[in-house]
């Protein structure tokens, strides 16, 4: 998923059409080992990330940062941003993205899989 290696499952918990409000989507991902979601950005969407299982790295606009169980991160409007898992187990995540006023938004990605910008 934009531009990562590996796999990752997502299952939709609510999606847009559950929610009467900006909110786009609440999902859990699981990220498999030596797995990563690519570096991109959104237009007009933040997003966060709360781990709940496993440890990996973040990337948020050129830091990069280790996650374990609780950790909560907060990518704004255009704060390019990824995550990389290079354990032997799975990471598990909550995604939730909220948009912009009007609802719309885009994601540009970044042609990085952050293999190599983390320890």
Do not use: M
């Given at each position: 998923?934009?531009?990562?290696?590996?796999?990752i499952?997502t299952?939709?918990?609510?999606?847009?059409?559950?929610?009467?409000?900006?909110?786009?989507f609440?999902?859990?991902?699981?990220?498999?080992?030596?797995?990563?979601?690519?570096?991109?950005?959104?237009?007009?969407?933040?997003?966060?990330?709360?781990?709940?299982?496993?440890?990996?790295?973040?990337?948020?606009?050129?830091s990069?940062?280790?996650?374990?169980?609780?950790?909560?991160?907060?990518?704004?409007?255009?704060?390019?941003?990824?995550?990389?898992?290079?354990?032997?187990?799975?990471?598990?995540?909550?995604?939730?993205?909220?948009?912009?006023?009007?609802?719309?938004?885009?994601?540009?990605?970044?042609?990085?899989?952050?293999?190599?910008?983390?320890?």
């Amino acid at each position: 998923i934009h531009g990562g290696v590996g796999r990752i499952a997502t299952r939709h918990i609510w999606g847009p059409e559950d929610l009467s409000s900006t909110w786009t989507f609440l999902d859990h991902a699981i990220l498999a080992p030596h797995s990563s979601v690519g570096y991109h950005h959104h237009e007009g969407l933040e997003e966060s990330f709360i781990i709940l299982e496993g440890t990996g790295y973040v990337t948020i606009e050129d830091s990069c940062f280790k996650v374990a169980p609780g950790s909560v991160t907060f990518q704004g409007i255009r704060q390019a941003h990824g995550i990389y898992n290079p354990a032997d187990e799975e990471l598990n995540f909550i995604r939730v993205a909220v948009a912009g006023e009007d609802g719309a938004f885009t994601t540009v990605d970044l042609h990085d899989d952050l293999e190599v910008r983390c320890p």
